[in-house]
Protein backbone atom coordinates (compact mmCIF):
# COMPACT_ATOMS: atom_id res chain seq x y z
CA UNK A 1 0.00 0.00 0.00
CA UNK A 2 1.72 3.63 -0.39
CA UNK A 3 2.18 5.13 2.71
CA UNK A 4 0.69 8.15 3.59
CA UNK A 5 3.12 11.46 5.27
CA UNK A 6 5.47 11.44 8.16
CA UNK A 7 3.18 14.68 9.08
CA UNK A 8 -0.05 12.83 8.51
CA UNK A 9 1.20 10.37 11.06
CA UNK A 10 2.51 12.52 13.46
CA UNK A 11 -1.42 14.62 13.38
CA UNK A 12 -2.61 14.25 17.31
CA UNK A 13 -6.02 13.09 17.72
CA UNK A 14 -8.41 15.47 19.23
CA UNK A 15 -8.33 14.55 22.30
CA UNK A 16 -12.05 15.51 23.01
CA UNK A 17 -13.51 13.68 20.03
CA UNK A 18 -11.52 10.27 20.37
CA UNK A 19 -13.23 8.88 22.77
CA UNK A 20 -16.78 8.87 20.99
CA UNK A 21 -16.75 5.59 19.81
CA UNK A 22 -17.43 4.70 23.32
CA UNK A 23 -20.08 7.60 24.03
CA UNK A 24 -22.18 5.88 20.45
CA UNK A 25 -21.64 2.63 21.87
CA UNK A 26 -22.67 3.75 25.74
CA UNK A 27 -25.78 5.92 23.87
CA UNK A 28 -26.52 2.33 21.69
CA UNK A 29 -26.47 0.12 25.56
CA UNK A 30 -29.10 2.86 26.46
CA UNK A 31 -27.31 4.91 28.49
CA UNK A 32 -27.86 9.26 28.63
CA UNK A 33 -24.19 11.09 28.50
CA UNK A 34 -24.35 14.39 29.45
CA UNK A 35 -21.58 15.73 27.58
CA UNK A 36 -18.77 18.07 29.36
CA UNK A 37 -16.35 17.53 27.35
CA UNK A 38 -17.02 19.06 24.30
CA UNK A 39 -17.18 23.68 23.97
CA UNK A 40 -20.48 23.03 22.32
CA UNK A 41 -22.75 25.44 23.93
CA UNK A 42 -26.76 24.56 24.20
CA UNK A 43 -27.16 28.33 24.38
CA UNK A 44 -29.60 29.30 21.34
CA UNK A 45 -28.66 30.89 18.53
CA UNK A 46 -29.71 34.83 17.95
CA UNK A 47 -32.83 34.49 16.06
CA UNK A 48 -31.32 37.81 13.79
CA UNK A 49 -29.10 35.23 12.54
CA UNK A 50 -30.93 32.59 11.89
CA UNK A 51 -34.00 35.33 10.16
CA UNK A 52 -31.40 36.44 8.05
CA UNK A 53 -30.34 32.96 6.17
CA UNK A 54 -34.41 32.31 6.03
CA UNK A 55 -35.66 35.73 4.50
CA UNK A 56 -32.57 35.31 1.92
CA UNK A 57 -33.39 35.45 -1.48
CA UNK A 58 -30.32 34.87 -3.29
CA UNK A 59 -30.40 32.75 -6.53
CA UNK A 60 -27.03 32.15 -7.25
CA UNK A 61 -25.09 30.72 -4.21
CA UNK A 62 -22.25 32.18 -5.63
CA UNK A 63 -18.35 32.41 -3.99
CA UNK A 64 -17.92 35.31 -1.68
CA UNK A 65 -15.07 37.73 -1.66
CA UNK A 66 -11.84 35.32 -0.35
CA UNK A 67 -11.14 38.08 2.13
CA UNK A 68 -14.92 37.78 3.25
CA UNK A 69 -17.72 40.12 2.29
CA UNK A 70 -17.28 44.17 2.11
CA UNK A 71 -20.42 44.69 3.92
CA UNK A 72 -19.38 41.69 6.34
CA UNK A 73 -15.84 42.95 6.87
CA UNK A 74 -17.56 46.93 7.43
CA UNK A 75 -19.58 46.01 10.28
CA UNK A 76 -17.22 43.46 11.88
CA UNK A 77 -14.84 46.63 12.33
CA UNK A 78 -17.62 48.73 13.18
CA UNK A 79 -18.42 45.49 16.12
CA UNK A 80 -14.23 46.19 16.76
CA UNK A 81 -14.64 49.45 17.33
CA UNK A 82 -17.29 49.15 20.31
CA UNK A 83 -14.70 46.72 22.05
CA UNK A 84 -12.42 49.82 21.62
CA UNK A 85 -10.30 48.35 19.29
CA UNK A 86 -9.61 50.48 16.18
CA UNK A 87 -9.65 48.31 12.85
CA UNK A 88 -10.32 48.91 8.95
CA UNK A 89 -12.03 46.29 7.11
CA UNK A 90 -9.11 45.69 5.20
CA UNK A 91 -7.11 44.79 8.37
CA UNK A 92 -9.94 41.63 8.24
CA UNK A 93 -9.22 38.40 6.42
CA UNK A 94 -12.83 35.81 7.13
CA UNK A 95 -12.33 32.10 7.27
CA UNK A 96 -13.69 29.27 7.83
CA UNK A 97 -14.16 29.71 11.32
CA UNK A 98 -10.98 30.55 13.85
CA UNK A 99 -9.19 26.95 12.70
CA UNK A 100 -8.64 27.97 9.98
CA UNK A 101 -7.38 31.42 10.13
CA UNK A 102 -4.84 29.84 12.79
CA UNK A 103 -3.86 27.33 9.93
CA UNK A 104 -3.69 30.23 7.54
CA UNK A 105 -1.35 32.18 9.98
CA UNK A 106 0.65 29.46 11.04
CA UNK A 107 1.50 28.61 7.50
CA UNK A 108 1.82 32.48 6.31
CA UNK A 109 4.22 33.42 9.37
CA UNK A 110 6.41 30.21 10.76
CA UNK A 111 8.50 28.18 8.51
CA UNK A 112 9.12 24.22 9.38
CA UNK A 113 11.13 24.54 12.38
CA UNK A 114 10.46 27.40 13.49
CA UNK A 115 9.17 27.34 17.36
CA UNK A 116 5.77 29.48 18.71
CA UNK A 117 5.66 29.52 22.43
CA UNK A 118 2.01 28.99 23.53
CA UNK A 119 0.69 29.36 27.48
CA UNK A 120 -0.05 25.45 28.42
CA UNK A 121 -2.58 24.09 29.07
CA UNK A 122 -3.54 25.18 25.84
CA UNK A 123 -6.87 24.54 23.10
CA UNK A 124 -5.73 20.74 21.90
CA UNK A 125 -6.00 21.63 18.04
CA UNK A 126 -2.65 24.09 18.63
CA UNK A 127 -0.62 21.50 18.16
CA UNK A 128 -2.64 20.05 15.43
CA UNK A 129 -2.29 23.22 13.18
CA UNK A 130 1.51 23.08 14.80
CA UNK A 131 1.87 19.43 13.26
CA UNK A 132 -0.02 20.51 10.17
CA UNK A 133 2.55 23.36 9.51
CA UNK A 134 5.82 21.44 10.73
CA UNK A 135 6.34 24.46 13.37
CA UNK A 136 7.12 23.40 17.00
CA UNK A 137 5.26 24.61 20.31
CA UNK A 138 7.16 25.35 23.65
CA UNK A 139 5.44 25.63 26.19
CA UNK A 140 5.00 28.22 29.10
CA UNK A 141 4.04 26.08 31.68
CA UNK A 142 1.18 27.49 33.92
CA UNK A 143 0.02 25.51 37.22
CA UNK A 144 -3.42 24.83 38.76
CA UNK A 145 -1.79 25.92 42.10
CA UNK A 146 -1.56 29.59 40.52
CA UNK A 147 -4.68 29.39 38.69
CA UNK A 148 -2.86 29.02 35.37
CA UNK A 149 -1.24 32.51 35.79
CA UNK A 150 1.70 33.04 33.24
CA UNK A 151 5.01 32.33 34.80
CA UNK A 152 6.74 34.92 35.08
CA UNK A 153 8.62 37.15 32.51
CA UNK A 154 12.05 36.04 33.23
CA UNK A 155 10.80 32.50 32.78
CA UNK A 156 9.21 33.13 29.88
CA UNK A 157 12.18 34.63 28.12
CA UNK A 158 14.45 31.75 28.66
CA UNK A 159 11.83 29.96 26.30
CA UNK A 160 12.42 32.25 23.15
CA UNK A 161 15.52 30.80 20.86
CA UNK A 162 17.00 32.25 17.94
CA UNK A 163 13.95 29.83 16.44
CA UNK A 164 11.11 31.39 18.20
CA UNK A 165 9.05 33.45 15.64
CA UNK A 166 5.71 33.79 17.68
CA UNK A 167 3.99 33.95 21.28
CA UNK A 168 0.28 32.73 21.54
CA UNK A 169 -1.97 33.03 24.10
CA UNK A 170 -5.64 32.66 24.18
CA UNK A 171 -8.15 35.13 26.05
CA UNK A 172 -9.64 34.54 28.04
CA UNK A 173 -8.33 30.95 27.71
CA UNK A 174 -9.47 27.55 26.82
CA UNK A 175 -9.05 25.40 28.64
CA UNK A 176 -8.35 27.17 31.72
CA UNK A 177 -10.39 29.84 31.78
CA UNK A 178 -7.49 32.03 32.57
CA UNK A 179 -8.21 36.49 31.77
CA UNK A 180 -5.26 37.64 30.91
CA UNK A 181 -4.53 41.32 32.96
CA UNK A 182 -3.65 44.99 30.84
CA UNK A 183 -0.34 44.49 32.41
CA UNK A 184 0.19 40.66 31.54
CA UNK A 185 -0.82 41.64 27.99
CA UNK A 186 1.97 44.66 28.05
CA UNK A 187 4.29 42.46 29.55
CA UNK A 188 4.27 40.15 26.63
CA UNK A 189 4.29 42.94 23.62
CA UNK A 190 7.45 43.87 25.36
CA UNK A 191 9.10 40.91 25.20
CA UNK A 192 7.33 40.15 21.53
CA UNK A 193 9.13 43.70 20.53
CA UNK A 194 12.38 43.16 22.34
CA UNK A 195 13.07 40.06 20.30
CA UNK A 196 10.97 41.05 17.23
CA UNK A 197 8.01 37.94 17.36
CA UNK A 198 4.47 37.62 16.44
CA UNK A 199 2.53 37.97 19.29
CA UNK A 200 -0.64 36.59 18.51
CA UNK A 201 -4.16 36.15 20.63
CA UNK A 202 -6.85 33.85 20.37
CA UNK A 203 -9.71 35.78 21.20
CA UNK A 204 -12.80 33.66 20.24
CA UNK A 205 -13.99 34.16 23.84
CA UNK A 206 -13.74 37.70 24.17
CA UNK A 207 -17.49 38.13 25.40
CA UNK A 208 -17.07 36.05 28.30
CA UNK A 209 -15.46 37.01 30.94
CA UNK A 210 -16.92 37.40 34.27
CA UNK A 211 -16.90 39.13 37.95
CA UNK A 212 -16.88 42.48 36.45
CA UNK A 213 -13.37 42.14 35.15
CA UNK A 214 -13.22 43.71 31.67
CA UNK A 215 -11.15 41.82 28.26
CA UNK A 216 -7.83 43.95 26.81
CA UNK A 217 -7.35 42.92 23.37
CA UNK A 218 -3.86 42.90 21.92
CA UNK A 219 -5.24 44.89 19.45
CA UNK A 220 -5.63 47.59 22.24
CA UNK A 221 -2.10 47.95 22.79
CA UNK A 222 0.16 51.23 21.21
CA UNK A 223 2.92 50.83 18.96
CA UNK A 224 2.74 46.82 17.97
CA UNK A 225 0.89 47.02 15.02
CA UNK A 226 3.89 45.00 13.69
CA UNK A 227 3.60 42.14 15.61
CA UNK A 228 -0.17 41.56 16.80
CA UNK A 229 -2.57 39.16 15.34
CA UNK A 230 -5.91 38.49 16.61
CA UNK A 231 -7.51 35.13 15.78
CA UNK A 232 -11.50 35.31 16.21
CA UNK A 233 -14.94 33.38 15.37
CA UNK A 234 -18.69 33.61 15.55
CA UNK A 235 -18.51 30.23 17.05
CA UNK A 236 -19.29 30.99 20.62
CA UNK A 237 -19.90 34.37 20.47
CA UNK A 238 -23.32 33.62 19.50
CA UNK A 239 -23.60 29.83 19.43
CA UNK A 240 -22.79 29.30 15.91
CA UNK A 241 -20.39 26.86 16.04
CA UNK A 242 -21.94 25.27 13.08
CA UNK A 243 -21.68 28.45 10.44
CA UNK A 244 -18.12 27.91 10.66
CA UNK A 245 -17.29 31.67 10.31
CA UNK A 246 -13.63 33.09 11.97
CA UNK A 247 -10.92 36.22 11.63
CA UNK A 248 -8.11 37.19 11.59
CA UNK A 249 -7.66 40.52 12.29
CA UNK A 250 -4.19 42.60 12.01
CA UNK A 251 -2.60 45.76 10.95
CA UNK A 252 0.22 44.15 9.70
CA UNK A 253 -0.41 43.95 6.10
CA UNK A 254 2.14 41.86 4.86
CA UNK A 255 0.96 39.13 7.34
CA UNK A 256 -2.57 40.39 5.79
CA UNK A 257 -1.29 40.11 1.84
CA UNK A 258 0.39 36.80 2.80
CA UNK A 259 -3.16 35.31 4.56
CA UNK A 260 -5.18 36.64 2.01
CA UNK A 261 -2.83 34.27 -0.87
CA UNK A 262 -4.26 31.07 1.49
CA UNK A 263 -7.55 32.65 1.68
CA UNK A 264 -7.31 32.74 -2.04
CA UNK A 265 -6.57 29.20 -2.74
CA UNK A 266 -9.51 28.00 -0.82
CA UNK A 267 -11.46 30.36 -2.96
CA UNK A 268 -13.85 32.00 -0.66
CA UNK A 269 -15.47 31.88 3.04
CA UNK A 270 -19.21 30.03 3.44
CA UNK A 271 -21.55 32.47 1.81
CA UNK A 272 -24.34 32.39 3.68
CA UNK A 273 -22.88 31.92 6.89
CA UNK A 274 -21.13 35.22 6.34
CA UNK A 275 -24.97 36.70 6.07
CA UNK A 276 -25.82 34.76 9.00
CA UNK A 277 -22.57 36.10 11.19
CA UNK A 278 -22.84 39.51 9.73
CA UNK A 279 -26.93 39.54 10.68
CA UNK A 280 -25.88 38.16 14.47
CA UNK A 281 -23.57 41.75 14.54
CA UNK A 282 -27.13 43.23 15.16
CA UNK A 283 -27.96 40.87 18.43
CA UNK A 284 -28.62 42.94 21.34
CA UNK A 285 -26.76 43.54 24.49
CA UNK A 286 -29.60 41.78 26.15
CA UNK A 287 -28.83 38.36 24.85
CA UNK A 288 -24.86 38.87 25.88
CA UNK A 289 -26.51 39.90 29.45
CA UNK A 290 -28.55 36.58 29.54
CA UNK A 291 -25.77 34.36 28.53
CA UNK A 292 -23.25 35.67 30.92
CA UNK A 293 -25.24 35.45 33.71
CA UNK A 294 -25.76 32.09 32.85
CA UNK A 295 -22.87 31.24 32.64
CA UNK A 296 -21.29 32.47 35.60
CA UNK A 297 -24.21 30.57 37.70
CA UNK A 298 -23.25 27.16 35.56
CA UNK A 299 -19.33 28.32 36.56
CA UNK A 300 -20.49 28.97 40.02
CA UNK A 301 -22.27 25.79 40.49
CA UNK A 302 -19.75 23.78 38.79
CA UNK A 303 -16.90 25.08 40.81
CA UNK A 304 -18.86 24.73 44.47
CA UNK A 305 -20.00 21.14 43.64
CA UNK A 306 -16.25 19.78 42.48
CA UNK A 307 -15.15 21.23 45.82
CA UNK A 308 -17.24 19.11 47.73
CA UNK A 309 -15.44 16.08 46.43
CA UNK A 310 -12.39 14.96 48.47
CA UNK A 311 -8.90 14.47 46.60
CA UNK A 312 -10.43 17.45 43.87
CA UNK A 313 -8.55 20.50 42.74
CA UNK A 314 -9.97 22.87 40.52
CA UNK A 315 -8.72 26.92 39.69
CA UNK A 316 -11.12 29.78 39.29
CA UNK A 317 -12.13 30.44 35.73
CA UNK A 318 -12.57 33.89 35.24
CA UNK A 319 -13.47 33.73 31.47
CA UNK A 320 -15.04 31.14 28.43
CA UNK A 321 -16.69 28.11 29.79
CA UNK A 322 -14.51 25.71 30.75
CA UNK A 323 -12.13 24.85 33.76
CA UNK A 324 -9.03 21.91 34.38
CA UNK A 325 -10.18 20.18 37.37
CA UNK A 326 -7.19 18.35 39.21
CA UNK A 327 -8.66 14.52 40.04
CA UNK A 328 -7.46 11.71 42.48
CA UNK A 329 -6.10 9.38 39.45
CA UNK A 330 -3.63 8.16 37.88
CA UNK A 331 -4.71 8.26 34.02
CA UNK A 332 -7.61 10.67 32.95
CA UNK A 333 -7.74 8.91 29.64
CA UNK A 334 -8.47 5.49 31.62
CA UNK A 335 -10.99 7.35 33.86
CA UNK A 336 -12.97 8.63 30.92
CA UNK A 337 -13.63 5.59 29.41
CA UNK A 338 -14.51 3.79 31.76
CA UNK A 339 -17.19 6.31 32.92
CA UNK A 340 -18.63 5.81 29.18
CA UNK A 341 -18.27 1.86 29.07
CA UNK A 342 -18.48 0.67 32.41
CA UNK A 343 -19.85 2.94 34.70
CA UNK A 344 -23.99 5.15 35.31
CA UNK A 345 -26.34 6.37 37.77
CA UNK A 346 -29.91 5.08 36.96
CA UNK A 347 -28.46 4.81 32.77
CA UNK A 348 -26.75 8.60 33.15
CA UNK A 349 -23.21 8.74 32.82
CA UNK A 350 -20.58 11.54 31.76
CA UNK A 351 -18.46 12.52 29.12
CA UNK A 352 -15.44 14.66 30.23
CA UNK A 353 -11.84 15.67 28.09
CA UNK A 354 -8.93 14.05 29.26
CA UNK A 355 -6.39 16.71 29.95
CA UNK A 356 -3.72 15.12 28.65
CA UNK A 357 -3.90 16.52 24.82
CA UNK A 358 -3.91 20.14 26.03
CA UNK A 359 -0.08 20.01 27.62
CA UNK A 360 2.84 18.98 24.88
CA UNK A 361 4.87 18.50 27.96
CA UNK A 362 4.98 14.33 28.12
CA UNK A 363 3.46 12.75 31.69
CA UNK A 364 1.43 16.86 32.11
CA UNK A 365 -2.17 16.34 33.07
CA UNK A 366 -2.65 12.84 33.39
CA UNK A 367 -4.59 13.47 36.53
CA UNK A 368 -6.54 16.22 34.96
CA UNK A 369 -9.83 17.19 32.82
CA UNK A 370 -11.17 19.41 31.21
CA UNK A 371 -14.98 20.22 31.86
CA UNK A 372 -17.13 22.50 29.74
CA UNK A 373 -19.65 23.77 31.65
CA UNK A 374 -22.14 24.23 28.57
CA UNK A 375 -24.71 22.16 30.56
CA UNK A 376 -27.36 23.82 32.34
CA UNK A 377 -27.59 23.98 36.20
CA UNK A 378 -29.43 20.52 37.01
CA UNK A 379 -27.77 18.66 34.49
CA UNK A 380 -23.88 19.84 35.70
CA UNK A 381 -25.31 19.17 39.23
CA UNK A 382 -26.23 15.76 37.82
CA UNK A 383 -23.00 15.34 36.05
CA UNK A 384 -20.48 16.30 39.04
CA UNK A 385 -22.55 13.73 41.06
CA UNK A 386 -21.72 11.25 38.80
CA UNK A 387 -18.14 11.71 38.87
CA UNK A 388 -18.33 12.38 42.33
CA UNK A 389 -19.82 8.45 43.39
CA UNK A 390 -17.66 7.02 40.30
CA UNK A 391 -14.66 8.13 41.84
CA UNK A 392 -15.23 6.25 44.96
CA UNK A 393 -15.43 2.90 42.67
CA UNK A 394 -12.76 3.33 40.27
CA UNK A 395 -9.48 1.90 40.79
CA UNK A 396 -6.52 3.10 38.38
C1 LIG B 1 -9.66 28.62 21.80
C2 LIG B 1 -10.32 28.19 20.55
N1 LIG B 1 -9.84 28.63 19.39
C3 LIG B 1 -10.38 28.25 18.22
C4 LIG B 1 -11.46 27.39 18.19
C5 LIG B 1 -12.04 26.99 16.88
O1 LIG B 1 -13.10 27.83 16.57
P1 LIG B 1 -13.92 27.72 15.22
O2 LIG B 1 -15.16 26.95 15.54
O3 LIG B 1 -14.22 29.13 14.86
O4 LIG B 1 -13.07 27.04 14.21
C6 LIG B 1 -12.00 26.90 19.39
C7 LIG B 1 -13.10 25.96 19.38
O5 LIG B 1 -13.48 25.37 20.36
C8 LIG B 1 -11.41 27.32 20.59
O6 LIG B 1 -11.85 26.89 21.77
Known amino acids: MPTISKKGRLMPESPIRKLVPFAEQAKKDGKHIYHLNIGQPDIKTPEVALQAVKDNTVEILSYSRSEGSETYRTKLAAYYKKHDITVDPKDIVVTTGASEALLFLFSSIMDPGDEVIISEPFYANYIAFSTATGVNVVPAICDIDDN ?83 IDSVSKRYSMCGARVGCLVSRNTTVLQTVLKYAQARLSPPTFAQIASEAALDTPQSYFDDVIAEYVDRRDTLIKELQQIEGVKVGSPKGAFYCIVELPIKNSDNFAQWLLEHFDINGETVMIAPAGGFYSTPGLGLNQVRIAYVLNRESLIKAVNIIKEALKVYKD
Open 148 to 230: FALPSIETFEKLITPKTKSILICNPGNPTGYLYSKEEIQQLADLAKKHDLFLIADEVYREFVYDGETHYSILQLEDMDEHTIV
